[in-house]
């Protein structure tokens, strides 16, 4: 039995997650395996550096007791910054676009965050753009902390030196591909040099949602000037994200929303995993990729958080409504 010792605070549960291999779906030659980050104690793989952030701000003497914290964010990593802001005494304003779960604001709120609604419709540059609308709110707030995930390096540094040496223990470093989606970019660059450390020929797989500029700049080179929209959320971009390092990437598989959300559902059906819309996007991408191996691989990927952010997409009358059925 595999029994954990007690803890004497919730924020030492984040991490360590349980690592499930797929073994009711066709993945071909390969072993497919999903890092349940869905686990960690704010529901989402955010947690982890959300904690690696703050802990970071705190030696650096850039946040001091009782400070605030400023972060734009889909949601998750609002969550764990608000987490453990809650539990260490800070106080925490989080700036979101507006097509995310109602379920991530009303969590938010209820850990203390107030929580500042923007729209998602612009692009960066713009004033009301999440990250845009943040930094002003942090100028205007002398003495806040602007946690900026997007140019943190504690945020890949989180994955570099935590997430990725996970999977590498828990597959005794046999680890032939990882997969997943890109918001900051900081668990694709951090997971995937830890990975390549370790096996050079590991490959990095892009799981991007079409409409999202990235897969069709890596297959092209060129950067779309057109943007367009999708559902599932935390991943996807407009723009490359400077943590991203587009050069550690060997594959790429643009995935559609109904994809997205039917994977979910065979997820849930074939392994008992209720997973968050975005996890949909990067399993689809990883059995893709699976099937077109001609030799076993273990492949990791992940669940990057829960369904009960997003039931909606579990629901036939949602989605009946919404032509996903
Ligand atoms: C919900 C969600 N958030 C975040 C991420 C990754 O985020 P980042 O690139 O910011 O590390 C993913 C996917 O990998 C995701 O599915």
Redesign the pocket.
């Known amino acids: 039995m595999n029994i954990q010792k007690p803890v004497n605070s919730v924020l030492n549960l984040i991490g360590n997650t349980p690592l499930l291999e797929v073994t009711n779906i066709d993945t071909g030659p390969c072993k497919l395996f999903l890092k349940l980050e869905s686990q960690n104690p704010g529901g989402?793989?955010?947690d982890r550096?959300a904690k690696y952030m703050i802990e970071d701000a705190e030696k650096n003497g850039k946040l001091f007791r009782g400070g605030l914290i400023i972060e734009a964010t889909?949601g998750?990593t609002g969550i764990g910054l608000a987490l453990i802001a809650l539990l260490r005494g800070y106080k925490c304003l989080i700036v979101v676009p507006d097509k995310m779960a109602k379920e991530k604001i009303i969590h938010l709120e209820a850990l203390g965050a107030e929580v500042i609604i923007t729209r998602s419709d612009v692009e960066k540059g713009h004033p009301e753009y999440y990250a845009d609308l943040a930094q002003s709110i942090a100028d205007k707030n002398k003495g806040s902390l602007y946690i900026n995930?997007f140019g943190n390096q504690a945020?890949l540094n989180a994955?570099f030196e935590w997430t990725g040496p996970e999977i590498l223990h828990q597959l005794s470093n046999k680890v032939d591909a990882f997969c997943?989606?890109?918001?900051?970019?900081?668990?694709?660059t951090g997971v995937g040099k830890a990975l390549k450390k370790i096996n050079k020929n590991c490959d990095i797989i892009l799981?991007d949602p079409v409409g999202s500029i990235l897969e069709p700049t890596f297959k092209t080179g060129i950067i779309p000037d057109h943007v367009g929209s999708w559902l599932v959320?935390?991943?996807g971009e407009d723009y490359i994200?400077p943590l991203l390092d587009l050069k550690i990437i060997t594959h790429a598989y643009a995935i559609s929303d109904k994809e997205a959300i039917d994977t979910c559902h065979l997820i849930l059906k074939k392994e008992g995993v209720l997973a968050?819309s975005?996890?949909g996007?990067?399993i689809s991408a990883a059995i893709k990729y699976c099937k077109e191996q001609n030799r076993p691989k273990n492949v990791v990927t992940?669940v990057?958080?829960t369904g009960n952010k997003y039931l909606k997409i579990y629901d036939k009358n949602w989605l009946v409504e919404n032509k996903y059925n």
């Open positions: 989402s793989i955010k550096p889909a998750n995930q945020n994955h997943a989606g890109v918001g900051t970019g900081g668990t694709i799981a959320e935390g991943i994200p968050g975005s996890s996007t990067l992940l990057c958080d």
